[in-house]
């Protein structure tokens, strides 16, 4: 729960570096509240239409997104400078496909060991304070 509460707790830090597992505790957190949101639209029987069609989310699922797109974002850009790249590099996901799985690859890749452009290693800091 540490994790989670860490990327909760910068939830507009854009500077600095984080874990992969910061990173990925907190994507399975907003998967598995994103999916309790859409279950809550679809048994409460509000989900919108969408072009004469009901889609599977509605108001709940929204406000959820709305209030986890900043935390995201800001954890998604940390990730990004723990392996020394640019945050501008989240961008990448309006690429089709192709952005999507090239971004999970970068999200997957250890950090860069030691201190880089961005602050100093966070695997490091967390070895030194379990080490107390």
């Not at 935390?71 to 961008?91: E, F, M, N, Q, T």
């Amino acid at each position: 729960m540490s994790w989670l509460t860490l990327a909760l707790k910068k939830y507009a830090q854009f500077h600095g570096r984080s874990r992969r597992r910061e990173f990925w505790m907190f994507a399975l957190f907003c998967i598995i509240v994103y999916t309790v949101a859409m279950i809550l639209d679809n048994a409460l029987g509000i989900t919108y239409e969408l072009l004469g069609q009901d889609v599977s989310y509605g108001p709940i699922y929204s406000i959820v997104g709305l209030a986890l797109l900043v935390p995201s974002l800001a954890v998604g850009v940390r990730r990004l400078h723990d392996i020394d790249k640019s945050g501008w590099y989240i961008l990448v996901n309006l690429i089709p496909i192709i952005g999507n799985i090239w971004f999970i690859v970068m999200m997957i890749t250890e950090g860069t060991k030691g201190d880089n452009q961005y602050g100093p290693d966070p695997k490091a800091e967390y070895n030194d304070i379990s080490t107390l």
